[in-house]
């Protein structure tokens, strides 16, 4: 029986650009090494960086009938926002929670991880 689970790793950071005494260079080479040994152990499955803030448009659609209301910026005020995810699988909680800590030293940032809900139709991810 296979227990493999998928994890999403959530990387939260400041509103701007990193403070400056913050090497960006060396924190994404640090991550890459962290990358590459989830890619090593068999549990990438995507990780990436998201655009400012300011790109965001939040959607509502109350219901099937009524017209979507769009608005710019991110859905709430906060000094601090999602910046990027990594999505892992892992047969072990405690390996997910391992490379999390990892994303965590070599970036700085507040991380969280939480495993997706099982089962129910497209939840499992493909390799297609």
Do not use: C
Not at 7 to 35: C, H, Q, R, T, W
Not at 48 to 56: I, M
Not at 107 to 119: D, K, N, Q, S, Y
Request: glycine share 12%; aromatic share 6%; net charge negative.
């Amino acid at each position: 029986m296979d227990t493999t689970r998928t994890y999403l790793i959530s990387l939260f950071s400041g509103d701007g650009p990193p403070p400056p005494e913050v090497d960006l260079a060396v924190v994404m080479a640090d991550l890459e090494k962290v990358n590459d040994d989830i890619r090593a152990a068999g549990g990438w499955v995507f990780a990436g960086g998201l655009a400012a803030t300011s790109s965001a448009t939040v959607v509502r659609k109350p219901d099937a009938v009524s017209d979507a209301l769009l608005t710019d910026g991110p859905f709430i005020e906060a000094k601090e926002h999602l910046g990027g995810i990594s999505i892992v699988r892992a047969a072990d909680y405690d390996i997910a929670l391992g490379w999390a800590e990892r994303i965590a030293g070599a970036t700085g940032l507040a991380v969280e991880i939480r495993p997706f809900e099982e089962g129910g139709p497209g939840q499992a991810p493909t390799t297609e």
